[in-house]
């Protein structure tokens, strides 16, 4: 398989991305998520109303959303098929935005790995919604100079969980990852290094 020969670090690296992935969240009750359209029978008027009132509801949740992700650190533990006991990985989500398109959200991301400490850009990131609880939903995403990547992390009360997995030809590797989401203190944003998005090269590659 073309991943036999890439380091730990460098694929942990990415299944802790798509937790970034990065979003846990909000205690957000399924009945807070607005529902579109009226009941039948209704007004146009009503049905006007009803979708006014989704739309406030959604962006309502969307901006809670960003304001909860941004300035927030995942610590958890992730697995790879095929390979005894997991690995421990830290991330740091510095800043996320509701993207203009879909469901799809902008994030800012620290990673650290191979003795190097970068903070970039992620591709945009698909989050769905299953009732109240926010699905990362990662699609054969493409990340330049990595590879391709598909995962699926549910984020509930302040933890994640989920599945990942590093595409490639004639295979790949994968596995289950979880652990907790936390806020940091402004002290701890303040001792970050530069935010100034820089091209991160694979270690060792």
């Not at 191979?114 to 699905?135: C, M, N, S």
């Not at 004639?170 to 289950?176: K, P, R, S």
């Amino acid at each position: 398989m073309i991943f036999g020969k890439c380091k730990p670090g460098f694929l942990s690296s990415f299944s802790g991305l798509f937790v970034f992935c990065w979003l846990a969240i909000l205690n957000v009750p399924a009945d807070s998520w607005g529902q579109q359209g009226a009941s039948e029978g209704g007004s146009s008027s009503v049905a006007g109303t009803q979708d006014s009132n989704d739309s406030e509801k959604t962006k309502a949740l969307h901006d809670k959303l960003a304001k909860y992700l941004t300035g927030t650190r995942w610590e958890g533990q992730f697995s790879m098929t095929g390979v005894k006991g997991n690995q421990t990985e830290t991330y740091e989500i510095i800043k996320a935005e509701k993207g203009a398109k879909g469901d799809y959200w902008n994030l800012i991301a620290r990673i650290k790995y191979g003795g190097k400490d970068a903070t970039l850009p992620l591709p945009p990131i698909e989050i769905k919604f299953a009732g109240g609880t926010p699905v990362i939903t990662v699609d054969r995403v493409t990340f330049p100079g990595f590879g391709t990547f598909d995962a699926r992390v549910l984020i509930r009360q302040g933890q994640y969980a989920g599945t990942w997995a590093h595409l490639g030809e004639g295979g790949g590797v994968g596995g289950h990852l979880f652990g907790t989401i936390k806020k940091m203190d402004e002290t701890e944003l303040k001792q970050k290094p530069g935010r100034s998005p820089r091209k991160q090269e694979p270690d060792g590659k």
